[in-house]
């Protein structure tokens, strides 16, 4: 098995993340994704794409996205799921802020 795509569980660059985020959503929409863009008003964020990046963000970062973490305003661009992936596997002092 390959652990190409998958990052441990030390703490991770937000760089790496956002950089690993932007390549999945640009591969998706084969077309360029800022950082800061809004998936939901491109056209990109569906329903079905949405449940797709929860796969990928689990799979590649080895979190868990459940309940309350299972809302628009964490998917909506790439900055949100950064922070909320660095929230989940309890990175950096404000980990717990978000």
Do not use: C, Q
């Not at 956002?18 to 959503?25: H, R």
């Not at 077309?31 to 590649?60: N, R």
Request: charged letters at 30%.
């Amino acid at each position: 098995m390959t652990t190409d795509n998958v990052i441990d569980r030390d703490p991770v660059d937000s760089d790496v993340v956002a950089g690993k985020i932007t390549a999945y959503l640009e591969a998706k929409a084969k077309a360029p994704v800022a950082h800061d863009e809004d998936l939901a008003d491109s056209g990109l964020l569906t329903s079905m794409v949405a449940m797709e990046i929860v796969v990928f963000l689990e799979s590649t970062f080895g979190i868990a996205v459940v309940g309350g973490d299972l809302k628009m305003r964490n998917f909506r661009t790439v900055d949100d799921m950064v922070a909320l992936v660095a929230r989940l596997r309890g990175d950096g002092e404000n980990a717990g802020d978000a």
